[in-house]
């Protein structure tokens, strides 16, 4: 049988399949784990990814996640934010609140905050073009509750390379999209700098259809060009490396995962120390968040799925993942219901308090066959990173459509493998039913539109127009030069400017994005 990595998965592994001695875990390259004790001080961090309609309604969910056991908070936002478009706007329509929760203004951020300590809360929030604006809103809300920057801690994900290779929702061409990722690197050392400033994704690739190979070398190549960018704005390697993290799935084939995480911290090591000149210790650490796969989830016997999201969470843990977020077994029909949402974390929980997983680190070490497949996982990751930078940059690459088109060209071969019976889904190409199941789906009220159009319309009313106009004049007047953007974001943001106005100020000054299609 061959990996979706495209190696060769041997029936029997023995001693001569294992490659260089490993380490110990906390150790360079960290295969075994960033950190010395991992899970059997403190679990994983438990953060469920949530959002949906308005604010309101997720600042109850988000309650309820904390009631229920979660240790930090993960926010969705809705198409319209995620774009840099307010609410109100025609773009919009059809989309607000609808993947996400609808965030046009400080108003908002409030709402979706009331009641929440952001001092003893950690808060990721899944927003890239438009992150840093979302970032200052949660920095003024925490001001208004009296918790200083410094106390903040969470993560953006900022990845906006990933955008134009798998997801589509960027707005600024590549040079200045680059820009705005280093100013929020110097901002946030400045500012707030227990946060995390960009979560380098492999997730949205790997949902695209990319294998696990792909996955890793595509998100570290990224990585690589964001540090690039960096170094070239003027930061030291060791003044921001130690807040990059990164974010990647967990499938269903157990084995073959773990190998990609430990591959994956071993790479990155060697590229921040050999490549970068890298010394502390912190900067040659890849920390990351996993995501059950999403794409994985069946629509057809969607109660399979509780099983499917266990296994692919035993393989974040194994794998040795900083946080986690397990999906909902509904979530191939529609947003999770309050009792789906809470069984997901469930299983989390029974993963840490009943099956001794915690009680030492890095189980699968020694494995023949895991050593094996780490060792493979990572030469084919190793090749692909070359092939990228043969291209001359990451964006050089992104313009060629390689990546895009090595995704696809993935995605086509697991699609004909399923189509085909050859990888069995179970309750899709085998083991099927013709019962007729019956699911109530969460549903998200349209009438949201209308109430967040006339919220827009009163804070327009209300707030001194002059001074907001007078904020982004500045802002655009700083976007045209070369100074760190955020300060005059968020002083507009602050008078109580929208999203998308902040984020029309900044189209006007550096365009929008349009791909070249690749044939």
């Given at each position: ?19 260089e001695n490993v380490g110990r875990p906390g150790e360079y390259p960290y295969t075994r784990g960033v950190y ?219 084995l073959e995962e773990i190998a990609k995480f430990r591959a994956a911290r071993r790479m990155w090591a060697r ?9 502390d210790p912190k900067s040659m650490m890849l920390r990351f968040h996993t995501q059950t796969a999403g794409v ?224």
């Amino acid at each position: 049988m061959d990996a979706e990595s495209g190696f060769h998965i041997k029936s029997v592994y023995d001693a001569p399949d294992v490659g260089e001695n490993v380490g110990r875990p906390g150790e360079y390259p960290y295969t075994r784990g960033v950190y010395p004790t991992m899970y059997t001080k403190r679990p994983w961090t438990m953060r469920q990814y949530a959002g949906f309609g308005t604010a309101a309604e997720s600042n109850a969910r988000y309650h309820q996640l904390l009631a229920a056991g979660t240790m930090g908070l993960s926010v969705a936002f809705d198409l319209p934010t995620q774009m840099g478009y307010d609410s109100d706007e025609p773009i919009a329509h059809g989309e607000v609140g609808k993947v996400g929760v609808a965030i046009d203004s400080i108003d908002d951020m409030r709402r979706l905050f009331q009641g929440i300590p952001l001092d003893r809360v950690s808060t990721s929030m899944t927003i890239n073009a438009p992150g840093s604006v979302l970032l200052l809103l949660y920095q003024l809300v925490a001001e208004e509750q009296g918790v200083p920057a410094a106390a903040l801690q969470g993560t953006i994900q900022n990845d906006i390379l990933k955008e134009y290779i798998a997801r589509g929702t960027y707005i600024f061409p590549p040079k200045p999209s680059l820009r705005l990722v280093a100013d929020t690197f110097a901002y946030c050392r400045a500012e707030i700098p227990r946060w995390n400033t960009i979560s380098i994704s492999g997730y949205h690739m790997a949902e695209a259809g990319a294998t696990p190979a792909q996955e890793i070398a595509f998100t570290l190549a990224n990585g690589i060009e964001y540090v690039r960018a960096a170094i070239a704005a003027g930061l030291a390697v060791d003044d921001f490396a130690p807040r990059l993290s990164f974010f990647f799935v967990a499938r269903t084939t157990l084995l073959e995962e773990i190998a990609k995480f430990r591959a994956a911290r071993r790479m990155w090591a060697r590229i921040m120390r050999e490549d970068f000149g890298a010394r502390d210790p912190k900067s040659m650490m890849l920390r990351f968040h996993t995501q059950t796969a999403g794409v994985q989830l069946t629509a057809q016997q969607p109660e399979v799925n509780l099983i499917r999201v266990a296994i692919q969470a035993l393989g974040a843990v194994a794998g040795g993942t900083q946080s986690l977020h397990t999906n909902a077994y509904d979530e191939a029909m529609a947003l999770p219901t309050e009792k789906s949402a809470r069984l997901a974390l469930r299983t989390q929980q029974v993963l840490a308090y009943e099956t001794g997983l915690t009680d030492t680190v890095d189980p699968f070490a020694g494995s023949y066959a895991v050593e094996a497949m780490t060792d493979e996982v990572e030469a084919a990751a190793t090749a692909l990173i070359e092939r990228v930078f043969s291209y001359g940059s990451v964006v050089d690459a992104i313009e060629q459509g390689f990546q895009k088109q090595e995704i696809e060209a993935s995605a086509y071969r697991i699609a004909n493998q399923i189509d085909g019976g050859e990888r069995v889904v179970v309750g899709v190409n085998r083991f099927t039913t013709d019962a007729d199941e019956k699911y109530e789906p969460l549903r998200v009220d349209p009438a949201i539109e209308a109430g967040q159009a006339a919220r827009l319309a009163a804070l327009r009313r209300d707030r001194d127009g002059a001074a907001v106009d007078a904020a982004l004049a500045e802002l655009a007047k700083a976007a045209e030069g070369t100074a760190n953007v955020l300060p005059f974001m968020r002083e507009a943001l602050r008078l109580r400017a929208t999203v998308g106005e902040v984020c029309h100020t900044l189209r006007g000054v550096w365009g929008v994005y349009h791909p070249v299609e690749h044939f």
